[in-house]
Protein backbone atom coordinates (compact mmCIF):
# COMPACT_ATOMS: atom_id res chain seq x y z
CA UNK A 1 0.00 0.00 0.00
CA UNK A 2 1.14 3.37 -0.56
CA UNK A 3 -0.34 6.53 1.11
CA UNK A 4 -1.51 9.89 -0.62
CA UNK A 5 -1.57 12.65 1.48
CA UNK A 6 -4.40 15.36 0.92
CA UNK A 7 -2.36 18.64 1.52
CA UNK A 8 -5.66 21.07 1.08
CA UNK A 9 -7.14 22.85 3.67
CA UNK A 10 -11.13 22.12 5.02
CA UNK A 11 -12.27 25.21 3.44
CA UNK A 12 -11.54 24.30 0.22
CA UNK A 13 -15.03 22.30 0.49
CA UNK A 14 -16.98 25.13 1.00
CA UNK A 15 -16.43 27.13 -2.21
CA UNK A 16 -18.73 24.79 -4.59
CA UNK A 17 -16.26 26.57 -8.05
CA UNK A 18 -13.59 25.53 -5.70
CA UNK A 19 -14.36 22.12 -5.12
CA UNK A 20 -15.85 21.09 -7.88
CA UNK A 21 -12.40 22.35 -9.65
CA UNK A 22 -9.84 20.36 -7.44
CA UNK A 23 -12.26 17.24 -5.94
CA UNK A 24 -11.91 15.46 -9.10
CA UNK A 25 -8.12 15.81 -9.31
CA UNK A 26 -7.55 14.28 -6.21
CA UNK A 27 -8.90 10.94 -7.31
CA UNK A 28 -7.55 10.83 -10.39
CA UNK A 29 -4.36 11.37 -8.45
CA UNK A 30 -4.86 8.09 -6.79
CA UNK A 31 -6.09 6.02 -9.66
CA UNK A 32 -2.58 7.34 -11.37
CA UNK A 33 -0.70 6.17 -7.93
CA UNK A 34 -1.55 2.93 -7.81
CA UNK A 35 -1.38 2.64 -12.18
CA UNK A 36 2.13 3.63 -11.62
CA UNK A 37 2.73 1.86 -8.04
CA UNK A 38 0.87 -1.34 -8.58
CA UNK A 39 -0.56 -1.04 -4.96
CA UNK A 40 -3.15 0.29 -3.40
CA UNK A 41 -3.75 4.15 -2.37
CA UNK A 42 -4.50 4.83 0.65
CA UNK A 43 -5.94 8.80 0.79
CA UNK A 44 -5.13 10.38 4.39
CA UNK A 45 -6.04 13.73 5.26
CA UNK A 46 -3.13 15.87 6.54
CA UNK A 47 -4.17 16.25 10.10
CA UNK A 48 -4.67 12.69 10.42
CA UNK A 49 -0.90 12.20 9.81
CA UNK A 50 0.82 11.07 12.70
CA UNK A 51 4.06 8.84 12.73
CA UNK A 52 2.42 6.91 15.40
CA UNK A 53 -0.39 6.20 12.14
CA UNK A 54 2.22 5.88 10.05
CA UNK A 55 3.43 3.06 11.50
CA UNK A 56 0.22 1.41 12.48
CA UNK A 57 -0.33 1.93 8.13
CA UNK A 58 3.28 0.79 6.93
CA UNK A 59 3.08 2.01 3.31
CA UNK A 60 5.65 1.64 1.16
CA UNK A 61 5.75 4.90 0.21
CA UNK A 62 4.06 8.13 0.70
CA UNK A 63 2.84 11.06 -1.39
CA UNK A 64 2.05 14.53 -0.04
CA UNK A 65 0.10 16.77 -2.47
CA UNK A 66 0.07 20.64 -3.34
CA UNK A 67 -2.36 22.62 -1.51
CA UNK A 68 -4.77 25.27 -3.04
CA UNK A 69 -5.56 27.46 0.43
CA UNK A 70 -3.10 29.94 1.74
CA UNK A 71 -0.98 28.88 4.58
CA UNK A 72 -2.35 31.59 6.95
CA UNK A 73 -5.20 29.35 7.15
CA UNK A 74 -3.85 26.40 8.97
CA UNK A 75 -3.42 25.91 12.46
CA UNK A 76 -0.35 24.68 13.08
CA UNK A 77 -1.56 21.70 15.79
CA UNK A 78 -3.32 20.13 12.53
CA UNK A 79 0.43 20.63 11.19
CA UNK A 80 2.32 18.96 14.01
CA UNK A 81 1.86 15.48 12.65
CA UNK A 82 2.89 15.84 8.94
CA UNK A 83 5.56 18.01 10.37
CA UNK A 84 7.19 14.90 12.61
CA UNK A 85 6.91 12.34 9.91
CA UNK A 86 9.01 15.14 7.41
CA UNK A 87 12.03 15.33 10.71
CA UNK A 88 12.51 11.49 10.84
CA UNK A 89 11.47 10.01 7.48
CA UNK A 90 10.60 5.95 7.90
CA UNK A 91 9.31 5.93 4.77
CA UNK A 92 10.37 7.39 1.06
CA UNK A 93 8.51 10.25 0.98
CA UNK A 94 7.73 12.72 -1.84
CA UNK A 95 6.52 16.04 -1.07
CA UNK A 96 4.54 18.35 -3.58
CA UNK A 97 4.03 21.85 -4.18
CA UNK A 98 2.45 23.49 -1.07
CA UNK A 99 3.94 20.25 0.82
CA UNK A 100 7.07 20.93 -0.27
CA UNK A 101 7.00 24.39 0.94
CA UNK A 102 6.32 23.07 4.14
CA UNK A 103 8.75 20.04 4.11
CA UNK A 104 11.62 23.05 3.55
CA UNK A 105 10.15 24.95 6.24
CA UNK A 106 10.01 21.93 8.74
CA UNK A 107 13.88 21.33 8.24
CA UNK A 108 14.33 25.54 8.88
CA UNK A 109 14.20 26.72 5.37
CA UNK A 110 12.46 30.47 4.24
CA UNK A 111 9.26 30.09 2.18
CA UNK A 112 7.04 32.90 0.36
CA UNK A 113 6.20 34.85 -2.36
CA UNK A 114 8.53 34.66 -5.74
CA UNK A 115 9.95 38.20 -6.46
CA UNK A 116 8.41 40.64 -8.17
CA UNK A 117 9.04 41.15 -11.70
CA UNK A 118 11.25 43.57 -14.13
CA UNK A 119 8.98 46.47 -15.30
CA UNK A 120 7.15 45.11 -18.66
CA UNK A 121 7.72 41.59 -18.21
CA UNK A 122 4.68 38.92 -18.16
CA UNK A 123 3.42 37.41 -15.00
CA UNK A 124 2.93 33.97 -16.17
CA UNK A 125 5.74 32.22 -17.82
CA UNK A 126 3.82 29.44 -19.77
CA UNK A 127 0.72 28.60 -21.90
CA UNK A 128 -2.02 27.32 -19.95
CA UNK A 129 -2.63 29.80 -16.77
CA UNK A 130 -5.39 29.14 -14.11
CA UNK A 131 -9.22 29.77 -15.53
CA UNK A 132 -10.50 33.77 -13.55
CA UNK A 133 -12.73 32.20 -11.47
CA UNK A 134 -10.30 30.07 -9.74
CA UNK A 135 -8.23 32.95 -8.16
CA UNK A 136 -10.67 34.48 -6.43
CA UNK A 137 -9.24 33.12 -2.78
CA UNK A 138 -5.54 33.58 -4.09
CA UNK A 139 -5.27 36.97 -5.63
CA UNK A 140 -1.40 36.32 -5.53
CA UNK A 141 -1.78 34.21 -8.42
CA UNK A 142 -3.47 37.08 -10.44
CA UNK A 143 -0.93 39.74 -9.23
CA UNK A 144 0.70 41.07 -12.93
CA UNK A 145 3.71 41.99 -10.99
CA UNK A 146 4.57 39.05 -9.21
CA UNK A 147 6.19 35.97 -10.78
CA UNK A 148 4.71 32.66 -11.23
CA UNK A 149 4.50 29.50 -12.75
CA UNK A 150 0.77 28.46 -14.25
CA UNK A 151 1.26 25.55 -16.75
CA UNK A 152 3.48 23.15 -18.48
CA UNK A 153 6.82 24.66 -18.15
CA UNK A 154 10.65 23.41 -18.55
CA UNK A 155 12.97 22.55 -15.73
CA UNK A 156 16.59 22.05 -15.93
CA UNK A 157 18.10 19.19 -14.21
CA UNK A 158 21.34 20.72 -12.78
CA UNK A 159 22.38 17.59 -11.31
CA UNK A 160 22.19 13.96 -12.53
CA UNK A 161 19.44 11.91 -10.18
CA UNK A 162 17.75 8.34 -10.27
CA UNK A 163 14.83 10.63 -10.23
CA UNK A 164 15.46 11.98 -13.35
CA UNK A 165 16.70 8.52 -14.81
CA UNK A 166 14.81 8.00 -18.98
CA UNK A 167 15.51 11.99 -19.29
CA UNK A 168 17.77 13.89 -20.72
CA UNK A 169 19.30 18.02 -19.32
CA UNK A 170 15.52 19.19 -19.01
CA UNK A 171 11.48 18.19 -18.17
CA UNK A 172 8.31 19.77 -18.67
CA UNK A 173 6.07 19.81 -16.04
CA UNK A 174 2.90 21.23 -14.54
CA UNK A 175 3.71 23.94 -12.27
CA UNK A 176 0.97 25.89 -10.12
CA UNK A 177 2.52 28.30 -7.52
CA UNK A 178 3.31 32.05 -6.73
CA UNK A 179 5.30 30.79 -3.68
CA UNK A 180 8.93 29.35 -3.31
CA UNK A 181 11.42 28.41 -1.04
CA UNK A 182 13.91 31.32 -0.33
CA UNK A 183 16.94 28.91 0.06
CA UNK A 184 17.34 24.75 0.38
CA UNK A 185 18.04 23.71 3.72
CA UNK A 186 21.46 22.22 4.72
CA UNK A 187 20.36 18.69 4.63
CA UNK A 188 19.44 18.98 0.78
CA UNK A 189 20.66 19.20 -2.46
CA UNK A 190 18.96 21.18 -5.37
CA UNK A 191 18.51 18.85 -8.68
CA UNK A 192 16.84 21.14 -10.82
CA UNK A 193 15.74 24.77 -11.31
CA UNK A 194 13.94 27.33 -13.71
CA UNK A 195 15.15 31.10 -13.93
CA UNK A 196 11.81 32.07 -11.98
CA UNK A 197 12.12 29.65 -9.62
CA UNK A 198 15.81 28.43 -8.57
CA UNK A 199 14.88 25.43 -6.02
CA UNK A 200 12.38 23.51 -8.17
CA UNK A 201 13.54 19.42 -6.92
CA UNK A 202 15.74 19.00 -3.72
CA UNK A 203 16.67 15.61 -2.38
CA UNK A 204 17.79 14.72 1.16
CA UNK A 205 21.64 14.34 1.34
CA UNK A 206 20.88 11.11 3.15
CA UNK A 207 17.23 10.17 4.02
CA UNK A 208 14.53 8.32 1.45
CA UNK A 209 12.99 12.13 1.41
CA UNK A 210 12.21 14.35 -1.83
CA UNK A 211 10.47 17.69 -2.75
CA UNK A 212 9.44 19.04 -6.12
CA UNK A 213 8.06 22.63 -6.44
CA UNK A 214 5.94 21.21 -9.58
CA UNK A 215 2.81 19.15 -9.92
CA UNK A 216 4.29 15.74 -11.43
CA UNK A 217 1.18 13.91 -11.52
CA UNK A 218 -0.69 16.00 -13.52
CA UNK A 219 1.49 14.88 -16.57
CA UNK A 220 -0.47 14.41 -20.04
CA UNK A 221 0.24 12.52 -23.21
CA UNK A 222 2.59 15.33 -24.56
CA UNK A 223 3.93 15.92 -21.68
CA UNK A 224 4.74 12.53 -19.70
CA UNK A 225 7.87 13.79 -17.77
CA UNK A 226 5.88 13.94 -14.61
CA UNK A 227 5.33 10.43 -15.25
CA UNK A 228 8.43 9.57 -15.25
CA UNK A 229 9.50 11.24 -12.17
CA UNK A 230 6.80 9.65 -10.34
CA UNK A 231 7.80 6.07 -11.65
CA UNK A 232 11.80 6.64 -10.74
CA UNK A 233 10.27 7.47 -6.99
CA UNK A 234 8.15 4.63 -7.17
CA UNK A 235 11.76 2.72 -7.99
CA UNK A 236 13.69 4.56 -5.33
CA UNK A 237 11.06 3.73 -2.85
CA UNK A 238 11.64 -0.54 -3.98
CA UNK A 239 8.04 -0.39 -4.80
CA UNK A 240 8.37 -1.38 -8.58
CA UNK A 241 11.42 -2.86 -10.18
Not at 117 to 122: D, E, K, N
Not at 131 to 144: F, G
Amino acid sequence: MIVYVDFEHERLRYDPILWQHFAPHILETKYRLETLSGQLCLILRYERVTPALLHELNPAAIIFSGNYTGFHHYADADLAGLRAVFREPDWPTLAICGSFHMLAQSYGADIGPMDSLAPGASAASVNTPLPSELIVDRPDLAEPERKQELGFTTIRLVQRHPLFDGLGSQAVVFAQHSWEVKSPPPEFQVVAETDRCPIQVFVHKEKPLFGTQFHPERFIESHPDGQRILQNFFKLAGVVA
